[in-house]
T-cell receptor, first 109, second 116 residues
């Protein structure tokens, strides 16, 4: 079966750096996404990776290694507004999104 | 980025009634739209894929007679929860990939359904 693994919950301090890992086993691969979801709201797009490497967008960076199905989302200079759930998703061979359960990130002052 | 709207944003109804949720792509055409359901503290669960001009494709375990999907135009898909029951209370979210890209999906703001 298809599976996405990411930690259920993480806690970090305002101003610090946090890395949220995601591993996957899927039928085929057409890219990986990170979405941010605040409580009671719909997910918003953060990043998309299809090639190995690091992509940086401001305070957020996403890294992918396809050979071992490993990727992470790196958040720098954490702000209180970054408290949210971060969803990892893989686009499989049928172009269907397979979703992880999400990582709830708690930021403390 | 592309904009997807949903209406209503929240609804409360009595058990046994039907509720219609609309999903619109505002500035792009979407031959395909996806309907998700999300229970508290859980991830998104794909319910069905809505295809313009043809029947929707439902995921395993989703009753197509209970969750009616109509995709009548390139910018509108509707989900009707028929004979709603309290266990149908959930957060319903639609998403759509723009025609020029299959690799990105834009989500509607979601509809919070509470069935009493």
């Amino acid at each position: 079966g298809q599976n996405i693994d990411q930690p259920t919950e993480m806690t970090a301090t305002e101003g610090a750096i946090v890395q949220i890992n995601c591993t996957y086993q899927t039928s085929g691969f057409n890219g990986l996404f990170w979405y941010q979801q605040h409580a009671g709201e719909a997910p918003t797009f953060l990043s998309y990776n299809v090639l190995d490497g690091l992509e940086e967008k401001g305070r957020f960076s996403s890294f992918l290694t396809r050979s071992i199905g490993y990727r992470y989302l790196l958040l720098k200079e954490l702000q209180m507004k970054d408290s949210a759930s971060y969803l990892c998703a893989v686009l499989d061979s049928n172009y269907q999104l397979i979703w992880g359960a999400g990582t709830k990130l708690i930021i403390k002052p | 980025g592309a904009v997807v709207s949903q209406h209503p944003s929240w609804v409360i109804c009595k058990s046994g009634t039907s509720v219609k949720i609309e999903c619109r792509s505002l500035d792009f055409q979407a031959t395909t739209m996806f309907w998700y359901r999300q229970f508290p503290k859980q991830s998104l669960m794909l319910m069905a894929t809505s295809n313009e001009g043809s029947k929707a494709t439902y995921e395993q375990g989703v009753e197509k007679d209970k969750f009616l999907i109509n995709h009548a135009s390139l910018t509108l898909s509707t989900l009707t929860v028929t004979s709603a029951h309290p266990e149908d209370s959930s957060f319903y979210i639609c998403s759509a990939p723009p025609e020029v890209s299959v690799t990105e999906q834009f989500f509607g703001p979601g509809t919070r359904l509470t069935v009493l």
